[in-house]
């Protein structure tokens, strides 16, 4: 028990920042770690360099986290951090623009010599001038209580120095009232060979709680109610994390084995690391040359009666496109996953933005249409690989599932589903002969369709009596003879289309949640939009705007009733992490004037910002003569 009083708060806002190689990132995820063992609602935003290893102590080698948790549901990270743990100048002022004056910094000052202040163009530590009069400042050396506290073990400084993360952690952890016992835990099991490091991370991390209790500097602690949840088991999950935890759960459902094939690429690697580690479930992972040879081999496994997936980002997709489009003809499920990042080329490979959207639909030589879908927030990543792999094996064709880098590194409490509420997703391989030859014979025709999908027929190579041929040159319809006949062309092209048309058959219709009923501005999102838009839309209801809010999971095709929906609002906001791509996808679909609000900051948008843009909308319209 704290001998200090505590002060109850129904949220806050985190950001640790720091070096790259200050642990900032794994400071953060134990933060996470602990909060939602308490069960407060939790929403991340982790931001590291591209670089593997930036200028240490420069503005680029930067790298933070961002936690949200509150005693009710979160949409987002939070806009805005009510306290900045900065572990030293280039994490100050790097940050700083970010957190609202009467906020709260904790400053690491052991880092602020001469040379590191010089690093970021500071001529002057701004602990000591009255730069930071506006917040409230801890000024720590933080680096120095670590190296005091360790001061019996037999560690050069420079080892004692690393644990500097772990006291900073212990005082966040006193100071917003967190357990100690998962970190611990999690130390024991990384340290397990190293009992010497082990020690010493145990102890910086008890000292830093420890001085949060004794310390003047800090005369009151906080804590945060949980949130109220339905009953169940919960874990934190990461988007990449999800996405790899749907993968497998789909190839149980459907009694496919799962064969993923994979080129490491930032922000989609971590599917791969996931999936790697699931070999007692079946699952078989191969890491590529590159992505060319990624998406063949997950269209081999395809060909031969697996779950063939590849993960990648947005310049890999432009890589793959050749093969996709190779799956497109030979009309085989194949699911594509890409976690998009900025661009355009190399761009910003650790950052997050949705411009692979006109990619995703377009993006291949011909006329090759393929199903589009997008997750929307961390945990949903779980649910929307199912989706695709449903798509993927009744309709016999490529799905692009979108996620992004804010999804994929993103995490947020998941209820764990029973295995019995999952989707079936079987599948039914043809067995015997579909036709006739020339001669009368039973023969298999393999582009004989299903009436109602008009998926091909899926044969797995080898079975009795199913000889057949596909491949990338046009094929005749139903016997799957190589065709040039143009007649013949223009209906294969046009089954294709008619078969990704027929997908929305089996797609929901569009919910609009419109509480008030008297929403004459409708905001339209997809992807990892979903957050913020959702709690935009509630600052701005607050705040007496009334706003109706949907969000599309199904990009291509499109749900059936999407058309409706946009005609009964007055005005249409489509918030995107690019340049307006839905959007204008949109108004040449059906002819409405939709408006985008754009950002392609590498950062998602604030709820504060889309509030003020709704609010605008809707104060336009009343302006406007009817």
């Known amino acids: 028990m704290s001998s200090k009083p505590t002060r109850r708060l129904d949220r806050v806002v985190i950001r640790f920042a720091g070096d790259s190689g200050d ?29 593997i290893r930036a200028p240490q102590g420069t503005l680029p080698g930067v790298s933070s986290f961002q936690l949200h948790f509150a005693d009710h549901d979160v949409m ?37 010599t001469k040379r590191n202040l010089a690093k970021v163009g500071y001529a002057v530590s701004p602990v000591d001038d009255e730069s930071l009069a506006s917040w409230h400042v801890h000024s720590l050396p933080l680096t120095t209580m670590t190296v005091e506290a360790l001061a019996d073990y037999g560690l050069t400084r420079k080892e004692k120095e690393r644990a500097k993360n772990m006291l900073a952690l212990g005082l966040l952890s006193w100071l917003y009232s967190r357990p100690l016992e998962g970190t611990e835990a999690f130390l024991r099991a990384k340290f397990a060979r190293a009992p010497e490091v082990l020690e010493a991370n145990l102890t910086a991390l008890r000292a830093g709680h420890a001085y949060g209790e004794t310390t003047e500097d800090f005369a009151v602690r906080f804590e945060v109610a949980p949130a109220p949840m339905h009953a169940g088991t919960y874990r934190t999950l990461t988007g990449n994390q999800a996405m790899a935890l749907g993968l497998v ?69 432009a890589l793959k496109s050749e093969t996709i489009g190779l799956a497109v003809a030979t009309e085989l499920p194949l699911i594509v996953i890409d ?34 879908i997008a997750a929307q927030s ?41 295995v019995a509420d999952l989707p079936d997703l079987e599948v039914e391989f043809a067995t015997r002969p579909n036709g006739v030859d020339d001669k009368g014979e039973p023969v298999f025709h393999p582009y004989a369709r299903d009436e109602a999908t008009l998926a091909r027929a899926w044969a797995i190579p080898g079975t009795a009596g199913l000889e057949h041929r596909i491949g990338g040159i046009e094929k005749a319809d139903v016997t799957g003879h190589i065709s040039y006949d143009p007649d013949n ?28 009923g008297e929403a004459k501005v409708l905001v339209l999102g997809w992807g990892s939009t979903y957050g913020p838009i959702s709690a935009a839309t509630r600052l701005a209801r607050a705040a007496g705007t009334p706003v109706a809010r949907a969000h599309l999971r199904h990009l291509n095709p499109f749900p059936r009733n999407l058309g409706d929906v946009l005609r009964r609002y007055e005005r249409v906001i489509v918030p995107e992490m690019n340049l307006g791509q839905l ?21 998602p948008f604030t709820s504060a910002e889309l509030a003020e843009v709704l609010h605008a909308q809707a104060l336009d319209l009343q302006e406007v003569p009817s």
């Open 76 to 112: 987002t990270p939070g806009d805005a951090p009510d306290v900045l743990v900065a572990m030293n100048p280039a994490a100050l002022k790097a940050n700083l623009a970010d957190v609202p004056r009467g906020s709260t910094l904790i400053i690491n000052t052991d880092e602020f």
């Open 249 to 317: 759960s789909a190839s149980h459902r459907s009694g496919l084995p799962l064969v993923l094939g994979s080129y490491p690429i930032t922000p989609a690697s971590d599917v791969l690391h996931a999936l790697s580690t699931m070999k007692r479930y079946g699952i078989t992972t191969l890491q590529a040359e590159d992505e060319i040879a990624a998406v063949g081999m997950a269209l081999g496994v395809s060909f031969g009666g697996g779950l063939g997936v590849t993960t990648t980002s947005g310049p890999g997709l």
């Open 378 to 418: 961390p945990t949903d990543c779980f649910d929307a690989a199912l989706e695709a792999v449903r798509i993927a094996t009744t309709y016999r064709t490529p799905v692009i599932l979108l996620s992004d880098g804010y999804l994929a590194n993103g995490s947020e409490p998941w209820p764990v589903p029973e």
């Open 489 to 516: 062309h223009d209906r294969m092209v046009r089954l294709r289309q008619a078969k990704i048309d027929r997908i929305a058959d089996t797609v929901p219709p569009l919910e609009v949640e419109d509480p008030s």
């Open 23 to 51: 642990g900032m990132q794994l400071t953060g995820d134990r933060f996470t770690s602990d909060t939602a063992a308490l069960g407060n609602d939790i929403s991340t935003l982790p931001n590291f360099p591209a670089e």
């Open 339 to 372: 976690v998009q990042r900025g661009g355009p080329s190399t761009g910003l490979p650790t950052k997050t933005e949705q411009s692979d959207l006109l990619q995703a639909m377009h993006g291949r030589n011909g006329e090759s249409p393929l199903a589009v």
């Open 583 to 603: 959007a204008m996808l949109l108004r040449a679909r059906y002819l409405v004037d939709v408006r985008s609000h754009t950002a392609v900051r590498g950062l």
